[in-house]
């Protein structure tokens, strides 16, 4: 039997995903030396890149047919977004394949200011998911009121690790342990 998934996992991106805050720390525009992998430069040649364990939590989910979605509360959606359409994920581990864009990982983009409610909602609207079927990770403790809903929340203390990944499944596999199908 395969462990239960969610059928939506959800990422902020700032502090979640890469290390700064794209409103603050990136000036445009955004450009990729030829065809570096996990790093896009900013005008002044700051990199920006995901942290090391992103890329393999990203190839699983989408092996899976998880649903993956970017929730982020931003001043700078254009940014981020151009960063993700910018930004080569390596290949998983093995493969043969050339690297994708980060971009092509995320079914969904919730990536604007406001409140991670109204990000999830519609989420669920887009979707048709029911909020119980969701799982998101972020490095604000504030967005744990997406939990009112029925989101399982997964508090990021210093970027995205496996074992962060982990500790939100067996976080999300404890509150549902028999509403979600085996098998996916």
């Given at each position: ?117 109204t990000h999830f909602k519609k989420l669920h609207e887009k ?58």
């Open positions: 039997m395969t462990s239960r998934l969610p059928r939506l996992v959800a990422f902020d991106l700032d502090y979640t995903l890469w290390d700064l805050w794209i409103d603050t720390h990136v000036t445009g525009p955004l450009h990729r030396n030829k065809d570096t992998v996990n790093e896009v430069l900013d005008k002044h040649n700051e990199p920006i890149s995901f942290y090391k364990d992103v890329p393999q939590v990203l190839h699983r989910l989408r092996a899976a047919g998880v649903k993956i979605a970017a929730c982020s509360r931003t001043d700078a959606p254009t940014l981020a977004r151009q960063c993700l359409r910018m930004l080569l994920v390596p290949p998983k581990t093995g493969s043969e394949d050339g690297p994708n864009t980060a971009i092509s990982f995320f079914d969904e983009l919730e990536i604007y200011p406001g409140s991670k409610i979707t048709g998911l029911p909020y119980e079927e969701m799982l998101f990770f972020d490095d604000e403790n504030r967005n744990k009121d997406v939990e009112k809903l029925g989101v399982t929340f997964q508090i990021v203390p210093r970027g995205l690790t496996n074992k962060i990944f982990e500790d939100g499944l067996a976080k999300w596999r404890r509150r549902h342990p028999e509403e979600v199908m085996d098998g996916i």
